[in-house]
């Protein structure tokens, strides 16, 4: 099993940044992928960004520019740095972790990060 912890999420300004961080723990594998998506009240669950083992990664569009993933493979933790928040970003953002023993993923429960003045 993996458990997946996420943390940094909260209230920030427009235009301002928050770093959200998610540790996985318990049966890890080497070659694995992580990533954030987020879910806005009444929208579908979407992709933010991905990031591989290897550091490969992956963005939607709309956070390109703004929006860094990163990861400690150490640690077994990944992050997100957002950067210019949008009121648009609004959403509970949730942590996911995959790999070849792990066919069906993990996720976490969730950050809620309100982009508000």
């Known amino acids: 099993q993996v458990q997946l912890v996420e943390s940094g999420g909260g209230l920030v300004q427009p235009g301002g940044s928050l770093r959200l961080s998610c540790a996985a723990s318990g049966s890890i594998f080497r070659v694995n992928a992580m990533g954030w998506y987020r879910q806005a009240p009444g929208k579908q669950r979407e992709l933010v960004a991905t990031?591989?083992?290897?550091?490969?990664?992956n963005y939607q569009d709309s956070v390109k520019g703004r929006f860094t993933i990163s990861r400690d493979n150490a640690k077994n933790t990944v992050y997100l740095q957002m950067n210019s928040l949008k009121p648009e970003d609004t959403a509970v953002y949730y942590c996911y972790y995959r790999d070849y023993v792990h066919p069906e993923g993990y996720w976490g429960q969730g950050t809620q990060v309100t982009v508000s003045s």
């Open positions: 990031i591989t083992d290897g550091g490969s990664t």
